[in-house]
């Protein structure tokens, strides 16, 4: 799968840590920034990696900051991405079973290696159930309001 990653400076080593694994496990990984050791904004990095989904230079996207909450909102603000905050494995898949996100953000301040992994490969591994979540899904690009 073509996958996008990007982060704050808080998330630099989870998203090494991360890339690295990804490659290991087959996928193809851009890796968008920033380098350990800059101190950026994390509205940058979560314009940036939805502007690759959003076009479908990657398939999906990961965002990473030290809660996550920060980048997932930046990353949110493109209508043609759904990115889902997650902690545990279960909200990762219900993120994409019943709201077919394509980005998934963590916390590298609150999430460990491990359980980032377990999210991944749950967001990674789920399917889009589609049928009565369609409707749902599709208003989350084209609000009406």
């Known amino acids: 799968m073509r996958l996008a990653i990007a982060s704050d400076h808080a998330a630099t080593d989870l998203k090494a840590e991360l890339r690295d694994w990804l490659i290991e496990e087959g996928h ?16 940058d990095y979560g314009y940036k990696l ?13 965002a990473l900051c030290g809660s996550g909450i920060g980048i997932s909102m930046a990353v949110n603000r493109n209508p043609a991405v759904r990115c889902a905050l997650v902690s545990e494995p279960l909200s990762a898949a219900l993120s994409r079973e019943h709201n077919n996100a394509n980005c998934i953000a963590m916390g590298a301040r609150l999430t ?27 208003k989350l690009s084209t609000p009406s309001c």
Do not use: W
């Not at 990984?29 to 509205?43: F, I, M, Q, T």
């Not at 939805?50 to 996207?61: C, N, Q, Y």
């Open 50 to 62: 939805a502007a690759v989904v959003a076009d479908g230079t990657a398939e999906r996207g990961i």
């Open 112 to 138: 460990g290696i491990e359980m980032a992994k377990a999210c991944l490969t749950a967001f990674l591994n789920t399917e889009f159930a589609g049928g009565r979540h369609q409707r749902r899904a599709d």
């Open 28 to 43: 193809e990984v851009a890796d968008l920034g920033p380098e350990p050791g800059e101190s950026v904004d994390y509205p």
